[in-house]
Nanobody
Framework: QVQLVESGGGLVQPGGSLRLSCAASRSIFSINSMGWYRQAPGKQRELVAAFTSSGSTNYVDSVKGRFTISRDNAKNTVYLQMNSLKPEDTAVYYC?????????????WGQGTQVTVSS
């Protein structure tokens, strides 16, 4: 089991910045992959950024150059730094952890944090 607690969402003007945090209940070394997804009203949930099991990072094209995923292993926390925010970034952002155990993959989700980009 992995519990994920997100924080850092809010209302920001276009061009502004926010940093999201996701604290895991256990060492992130024991988690195969961690990342951030988002879901806007009426749209499917999409991957925003993630660390893969090999330690590399993936970003959706629409956020490349603006968002940065990082982690603090000592705090079991993953961050999403979001710069140059646009109205189309408005969504609920979810932290995700994937754990492989005995050949089965398990998905864990945080409760979500709202990000609203509006003037």
């Amino acid at each position: 089991q992995v519990q994920l607690v997100e924080s850092g969402g809010g209302l920001v003007q276009p061009g502004g910045s926010l940093r999201l945090s996701c604290a895991a209940s256990r060492s992130i070394f024991s988690i195969n992959s961690m990342g951030w997804y988002r879901q806007a009203p009426g749209k499917q949930r999409e991957l925003v950024a993630a660390f893969t099991s090999s330690g590399s990072t993936n970003y959706v094209d629409s956020v490349k150059g603006r968002f940065t995923i990082s982690r603090d292993n000592a705090k079991n926390t993953v961050y999403l730094q979001m710069n140059s925010l646009k109205p189309e970034d408005t969504a609920v952002y979810y932290c995700n952890a994937k754990v492989s155990m005995l050949g089965t993959w398990y998905n864990y989700w945080g409760q979500g944090t709202q990000v609203t980009v509006s003037s």
